[in-house]
């Protein structure tokens, strides 16, 4: 599926649905088409992916094994003008924490990805 038919951010909080959808069909290409170009992923092991090849290299080993993700309690979205702060409460007791911008299209995507802040 190629990114200009997946459905694209309407509201900041959008992405933290679109990402669960996604893991879980393993569709890696439509997770590096939520985050912008030169984007930074947060990794367990205290690296950090930045811009989208480093970022797709991340997901191609997260759903290599098919994990199952169920989505969290959204959080309610920080936002100032162009940027927005959203965080979801996972079931584990983590919490993620993400920076979304909005795009010349009114659409949003990610610019910071912190998917384990806690846990």
């Known amino acids: ?26 569709d890696v290409e439509g997770l590096v088409a939520l985050y912008e170009p030169g ?27 098919k994990p199952t993700f169920a989505p969290g309690q959204q959080q309610p979205t920080l936002q100032n003008g162009d940027l927005a702060l959203t965080s979801v409460r996972l079931a584990d007791g983590g919490v993620t924490v993400e920076v979304a911008r909005r795009q010349p299209d009114g659409t949003w995507l990610w610019a910071i990805d912190q998917p384990s802040l806690l846990g």
């Open 39 to 65: 984007a930074v992923l947060a990794l367990p092991n205290g690296q950090v992916a930045t811009g989208r090849a480093e970022i797709r290299q991340a997901y191609e080993h997260l759903v290599a094994d």
């Open 1 to 26: 599926m190629s990114s200009d038919v997946r459905t694209r951010a309407a509201r900041p909080e959008d992405l933290s649905r679109f990402i669960v959808e996604r893991l879980n069909a393993g």
